[in-house]
Structures are given as structure tokens and as C-alpha cells.
């Protein structure tokens, strides 16, 4: 039984808003600040501070807000990583932190002497906001860059105060903390550590210059091409796949807001939430399931494997929708087994009701929705369906160039962007650098960056960067035997190729493509602090062969062509 429910915020039925248009919100700007200054500053023991709320994600691997212990708690952390609930499990994880900062807002509201009433109903229509990196990866520098942020002061004069959207300063270090290099003396959250363990800041915004294009595309392909749950859930490698989870696209924001020259928070499960630009992230992660499911109405969580055992779920469960699991309460009295559903933990619809998945396919039970929805409540799902996949053409897809010519671009831009009336079918190639590797072969999270070689190109020139794939996980004591469990555990990553092959090439032919690839002298670099070799990885390009029909908007494999594989064409450059 939980001390706290999960209802999310008070107030009706309120937009979460792009952290572009937010920020620009005078009242909400404030509101948001001053709440998280409250719950940032609250004892690190409370049940409703920062620290413990995004303590669930990883670290102090204790349980959150129970009135007893339950037995033979797992140590690790709450998130589900690896696994069909990803997806579902953070869905009331952001509505709890939602919900305790609404709270701080509406009291930080009743504070304020003038325009009371405006106040007051600026707290009840105060939502998390998003960030949407599939479309703008460099967020505004409230989040990223200004250590000083203006708001409104109680009395209505304007003040700067210090920003707490930058980092979270921990009061004090946890001990929990102790046995993790860096983060044992870190005092505050950091971002894209440099070689002298220094946040860089100008770094990290150059690096998310030259990554925007790769995660638009990736962002794209994830909502377009995966129709089928396991294949959007999660990061493990699957069948017939030719585009990133949900999961490996969140992985690789968390890879570029938290690897510099060394791991900084974002970088690691355990200290992944204790950064606030997290809860941003997260709130579009949530999103990006919002619009995912409107496409794909019909389909929601589906059976899987429990690959990357948690608090809540133990090695090996078959997880659901209305996952269950059986504890042993007491093993001298007959071994008595009973069900307690804990797909979800530790999250409660009541305090003796835990949250499963099934209800969740609805955001209005939390009390929000996206402003992508604003024009299709009460239409029907295949109306919706229609124009969310009409508006994810529009944002995430290929854009044309005005007065360009290049047949290979509108061809890309008909199948990844807004589709040309057309009265015969469509072929194109889809080209991506697949990569396959075993998740924990190495002791912890690591990237794999994607470049040109040619005239001495690196990964950190915008003109010959192409992209990259990224881990997110990390191992402990503690969770060394859950690490070993799961060794042969095989991630998947895709580096899409499209757009530079049309730009230089003009053909997706395969002839073509291999030739141009050779010549480019595509190479990658294995960035880990280890210094270790990855034995298992595999790299290798494809091309997919897809068709578009007359009236279509999803592309679909064209079966009447075999999948095309290089595996001669990428090179290891030792970093």
C-alpha cells in the first residue's frame, strides 16, 4: 500500500505545452520556477521532494512512499528499461512529478498580493511542459544556458533569480552515491562533462547543432515505420526492424545531454531524473506515445519479456498490460503465493491500487492532453489517426528546399514527409547503418559516433557528422547479478542515411550508394570511459526496399526486392 495516489494535477483537462511557447508564458514561467525551488529545496527524506521523486527512477534504490516494505523488493531501480512497459511505466512517473509541482505551484499562487484570481488559475491550468527535440533539439536558454531566470515576484515587480531548469543541487550527496566515480563529489546535476569534470555547456549546444538533422529523421521514422508494439516499446533488438524504438531515440537524447569527455547524470539511469532537463524530456517521450498511439489506434501493450529487471518486476517475468507477479510472502507457511499487481510500481490509482497499463491509453485520466489534439476532440479515431499522421509529416518529415531542384529529395520527402499525389506506386531504397551489440558487454552507458572520414573529417565537424547510436544504462553492486542475467541481452540502433544520399549522390540506387559509401569513408568511434573493446557489436548498412501506393501516406516494405547489406563499407577509428 502506498502513502501517495498518482492522480496527476487538479483542474480539468490542461494542455502540456512546448517548452518553446511555456517560457514565454509570463505566469506559467513563474510558477514553474518557484515550484521547483520548493521542491528542490525540501528535505531529500520527504516523499514529495525532488530528490525522492527522482530517486524512483534510479538511486537510492529504496522503495517510495510505502507504508511497509514489501517483500523481497528487488534492488535496482523503478524504471522499466529494455522492455514493453518503457513506455507505459513513465506515463504516471511524469504525472506524479506533475502532480507535486502543481501542488507547490498552487500554494507558491496564494502567495502573490495583486492579481490573486489570474494567479490562482494560472497554478490550476499549469502543466508540465515538453521538450520537442525531434523538432528543435536546441532547447530555449531558460533550459539550457541562463544561470539567471526572470519571473514575477509576489508584490507583481519583475526579479532574477538563480534558474533551478539548470541543475539540481544535492543537500547533501546521498550515500548511496558512494560507490559511482564523480558522482560521489559532484555537488549539483552536470551536463556534457569536459575533461576536467566541468559541465560545457557551449559543447553540448555545437553537439545538438549537429545531431538536429539525425533526430528529426529518427523521430520521423520511429513514429512511421513501427507498427507494432514490441518494435516501438522498447530498444531490444527485434524482428524485422528498420527504424528506432521509442526507447532508442530517448536513449539518444540522454546520450547527447549527458556524454562530453566523460558520463555526467544524463548519461546513467540511476541519475538520469535528478536532472531537471529529465522531466522535459520525458513529458515529449510521453508525447511522442500520445501521437504514436493515435496512429496505430487498434494496438497497445502486448506480452514481452521483462529484459532489465527492476524494483517492481523480477528477472524473467512475462510482462502485460495487467502484469502481475507472484511474491513469496511466506515461504514457512506453505509458501504462500499471492498476486499483487506491480506492473507499475510504485505507482497507485488509489493507495491500495496499484496502476497497470490497460487504463492508461487515455491522458485525460491524468488531466492533460497536447495542444497536437486541440482540433480533434471528439473525432473519430480514424479522423485523428489521419491528421496526426498528416501533422508528423509536416514536423518531423523531409523538407523540401524552395526552388531546389533534386528528384532523389522529392522522392525522399514523397515517402518521409508530405506525400506528392501519385497514380502508380512509389519505390525507393531506405538506407540506414544498423548496428547490433550486447547492452551490458561493458560495465556502463556508451555511444557509438558515425562520420565521414574523407579529407580527414571527424565527428565533430557539422559537414561530415552523419549521427549517432547511444545506451543508457549502467551497473552496480548491487545490480551485478541483474547485469549478468541479462548478458546476452541485444540492443539495436539505426543511423539513417537518406538525406546525405540524396544530397551528394541523386540515386538510392544500390550500385550507387556502396560506391558513394566507400568513397566517403563512413567510419565510427566507440566512446566509453572504459577504454574496452565492444566485441559483440555489428555495424553494416542496409537498404530496404519500399513501395508507397496511390493514396498512401505509410510506406511498406516492398517485398518483390530482396534487403540490401554492405558490411564493407564502415570503418573503426579508434577514439
Known amino acids: 500500500m502506498s502513502v501517495v495516489a498518482t492522480?496527476?494535477?487538479?483542474?480539468?483537462?490542461?494542455?502540456?505545452?512546448?517548452?518553446?511557447?511555456?517560457?514565454?508564458?509570463?505566469?506559467?514561467?513563474?510558477?514553474?520556477?518557484?515550484?521547483?525551488?520548493?521542491?528542490?529545496?525540501?528535505?531529500?527524506?520527504?516523499?514529495?521532494?525532488?530528490?525522492?521523486?527522482?530517486?524512483?527512477?534510479?538511486?537510492?534504490?529504496?522503495?517510495?512512499?510505502?507504508?511497509?516494505?514489501?517483500?523481497?523488493?528487488?534492488?535496482?531501480?523503478?524504471?522499466?528499461?529494455?522492455?514493453?512497459?518503457?513506455?507505459?511505466?513513465?506515463?504516471?512517473?511524469?504525472?506524479?512529478?506533475?502532480?507535486?509541482?502543481?501542488?507547490?505551484?498552487?500554494?507558491?499562487?496564494?502567495?502573490?498580493?495583486?492579481?490573486?484570481?489570474?494567479?490562482?488559475?494560472?497554478?490550476?491550468?499549469?502543466?508540465?511542459?515538453?521538450?520537442?527535440?525531434?523538432?528543435?533539439?536546441?532547447?530555449?536558454?531558460?533550459?539550457?544556458?541562463?544561470?539567471?531566470?526572470?519571473?514575477?515576484?509576489?508584490?507583481?515587480?519583475?526579479?532574477?533569480?538563480?534558474?533551478?531548469?539548470?541543475?539540481?543541487?544535492?543537500?547533501?550527496?546521498?550515500?548511496?552515491?558512494?560507490?559511482?566515480?564523480?558522482?560521489?563529489t559532484w555537488r549539483t546535476t552536470i551536463r556534457n562533462p569536459d575533461r576536467n569534470k566541468r559541465e560545457n555547456i557551449p559543447g553540448l549546444i555545437r553537439k545538438m547543432g549537429i545531431e538536429a538533422d539525425q533526430i528529426r529523421e529518427k523521430t520521423y521514422n520511429m513514429l512511421k515505420f513501427n507498427d507494432d508494439w514490441e518494435l516501438f516499446s522498447n530498444h531490444a533488438e527485434g524482428d524485422d526492424q528498420h527504424a528506432n524504438s521509442l526507447e532508442a531515440v530517448h536513449d539518444d537524447i540522454h546520450g547527447i545531454v549527458g556524454f562530453g569527455q566523460t558520463r555526467g547524470h544524463m548519461t546513467v539511469p540511476f541519475f538520469a531524473a535528478f536532472d531537471p532537463i529529465f522531466w522535459l524530456h520525458h513529458t515529449n517521450?510521453?508525447?511522442?506515445?500520445?501521437?504514436?498511439?493515435?496512429?496505430?489506434?487498434?494496438?497497445?501493450?502486448?506480452?514481452g519479456e521483462n529484459r532489465d529487471p527492476t524494483m517492481g518486476i523480477a528477472p524473467d517475468t512475462k510482462v502485460t498490460k495487467d502484469t502481475r507477479m507472484s511474491l513469496n510472502i511466506n515461504p514457512v507457511i506453505h509458501q504462500l503465493i499471492i498476486l499483487v499487481s506491480i506492473a507499475l510500481e510504485p505507482f497507485y490509482e488509489t493507495k491500495d491500487k496499484v496502476w497497470t497499463s490497460a487504463p492508461l491509453t487515455d491522458t485525460g485520466r491524468f488531466g492533460y492532453s497536447y495542444p497536437d489534439f486541440d482540433e480533434l476532440v471528439g473525432g473519430s479515431k480514424d479522423l485523428i489517426r489521419d491528421a496526426i499522421n498528416n501533422l508528423v509529416d509536416k514536423r518531423y518529415g523531409t523538407r523540401r528546399a524552395r526552388g531546389a531542384t533534386n528528384s532523389a529529395l522529392d522522392l525522399l520527402s514523397n515517402f518521409k514527409g508530405v506525400t506528392d499525389d501519385h497514380d502508380e506506386d512509389l519505390k525507393m531504397w531506405d538506407w540506414s547503418v544498423h548496428v547490433t551489440f550486447k547492452k551490458f558487454e561493458l560495465d556502463d552507458s556508451f555511444a557509438l559516433l558515425f562520420y565521414y572520414a574523407v579529407d580527414g573529417g571527424s565527428f565533430e565537424q557539422r559537414e561530415s557528422y552523419v549521427?549517432?547510436?547511444?545506451?543508457?544504462?549502467?551497473?552496480?553492486?548491487?545490480?551485478?547479478?541483474?547485469?549478468?542475467?541479462?548478458?546476452?541481452?541485444?540492443?539495436?540502433?539505426?543511423?539513417?542515411?537518406?538525406?546525405?544520399?540524396?544530397?551528394?549522390?541523386?540515386?538510392?540506387?544500390?550500385?550507387?550508394?556502396?560506391?558513394?559509401?566507400?568513397?566517403?569513408?563512413?567510419?565510427?568511434?566507440?566512446?566509453?570511459?572504459?577504454?574496452?573493446?565492444?566485441?559483440?557489436?555489428?555495424?553494416?548498412?542496409?537498404?530496404?526496399p519500399l513501395v508507397l501506393p496511390p493514396g498512401e501516406t505509410r510506406p511498406t516494405r516492398d517485398t518483390t526486392q530482396a534487403i540490401v547489406t554492405f558490411d564493407d563499407v564502415v570503418s573503426f577509428v579508434t577514439a
Open 7 to 184: 492522480v496527476g494535477p487538479t483542474g480539468g483537462i490542461k494542455n502540456r505545452l512546448n517548452i518553446v511557447d511555456f517560457v514565454q508564458d509570463e505566469k506559467f514561467r513563474t510558477l514553474y520556477v518557484r515550484a521547483l525551488q520548493t521542491i528542490q529545496a525540501r528535505d531529500q527524506k520527504s516523499w514529495d521532494s525532488f530528490f525522492q521523486v527522482a530517486g524512483i527512477h534510479g538511486l537510492p534504490f529504496t522503495e517510495w512512499a510505502k507504508e511497509r516494505p514489501s517483500p523481497n523488493a528487488y534492488q535496482a531501480g523503478y524504471c522499466t528499461h529494455g522492455q514493453s512497459l518503457f513506455p507505459t511505466w513513465h506515463r504516471p512517473y511524469v504525472a506524479l512529478y506533475e502532480q507535486t509541482l502543481q501542488e507547490a505551484a498552487i500554494e507558491a499562487a496564494k502567495q502573490f498580493t495583486v492579481d490573486k484570481e489570474a494567479w490562482t488559475q494560472a497554478a490550476q491550468d499549469f502543466r508540465q511542459p515538453y521538450w520537442d527535440w525531434g523538432f528543435q533539439l536546441v532547447p530555449p536558454d531558460e533550459v539550457i544556458r541562463n544561470e539567471q531566470i526572470q519571473i514575477v515576484d509576489y508584490n507583481g515587480s519583475k526579479v532574477s533569480v538563480q534558474n533551478p531548469i539548470l541543475r539540481y543541487q544535492f543537500h547533501p550527496i546521498d550515500p548511496s552515491f558512494s560507490p559511482y566515480r564523480d558522482f560521489n
Open 285 to 303: 517521450v510521453d508525447r511522442l506515445l500520445s501521437l504514436w498511439k493515435a496512429m496505430n489506434p487498434d494496438i497497445w501493450v502486448t506480452p
Open 467 to 544: 549521427g549517432s547510436v547511444n545506451t543508457f544504462r549502467g551497473t552496480t553492486p548491487e545490480t551485478c547479478a541483474n547485469c549478468k542475467d541479462n548478458e546476452n541481452l541485444v540492443q539495436e540502433g539505426f543511423v539513417h542515411l537518406n538525406h546525405y544520399v540524396a544530397r551528394d549522390v541523386g540515386s538510392f540506387e544500390p550500385d550507387a550508394v556502396h560506391q558513394y559509401l566507400k568513397e566517403k569513408k563512413l567510419s565510427y568511434q566507440l566512446f566509453t570511459d572504459e577504454g574496452k573493446p565492444l566485441t559483440s557489436l555489428k555495424v553494416r548498412v542496409e537498404g530496404r
